[in-house]
Nanobody, 128 residues
Framework: QVQLLESGGGLVQAGGSLRLSCTAS????????MAWFRQAPGKEREFAAA????????YYADSVKGRFTISRDDPNNTVYLQMNSLKPEDTAVYYC?????????????????????WGQGTQVTVSS
């Protein structure tokens, strides 16, 4: 198993930036595909970004493409989400997730069910 701990959330004005971090402990971090999801009040949890365990492919929701960047630092067991040009609609709890799926990740990266391990979340609030 792997345990995930997010950090870096906070309050920021519209147009500002934040960088979220997710540190993993447990099994070998490099064996997991990683992702960030988010959940706004009263809404379902939605996919934001993902990165393959190899680090050679990244995936983004249309709503964050061009503004958010996901990256990973395997020696430090950490995945990041750099968020720029933040908007009030980005306000949500952001969750880190890990998947040990061995096939067709490119087809299922945006599905909640693809990820077996989740962090507790970190709050991001963007004021207008």
């Amino acid at each position: 198993q792997v345990q995930l701990l997010e950090s870096g959330g906070g309050l920021v004005q519209a147009g500002g930036s934040l960088r979220l971090s997710c540190t993993a402990s447990g099994r070998t971090f490099s064996s997991y595909h990683m992702a960030w999801f988010r959940q706004a009040p009263g809404k379902e949890r939605e996919f934001a970004a993902a990165i393959r365990r190899s680090g050679d492919n990244t995936y983004y929701a249309d709503s964050v493409k061009g503004r958010f960047t996901i990256s990973r630092d395997d020696p430090n067991n950490t995945v990041y989400l750099q968020m720029n040009s933040l908007k009030p609609e980005d306000t949500a709890v952001y969750y880190c997730a890990a998947s040990d799926r061995t096939y067709y990740f490119a087809s299922y990266y945006n599905l909640y069910s693809t990820y077996a391990y989740w962090g507790q979340g970190t709050q991001v609030t963007v004021s207008s």
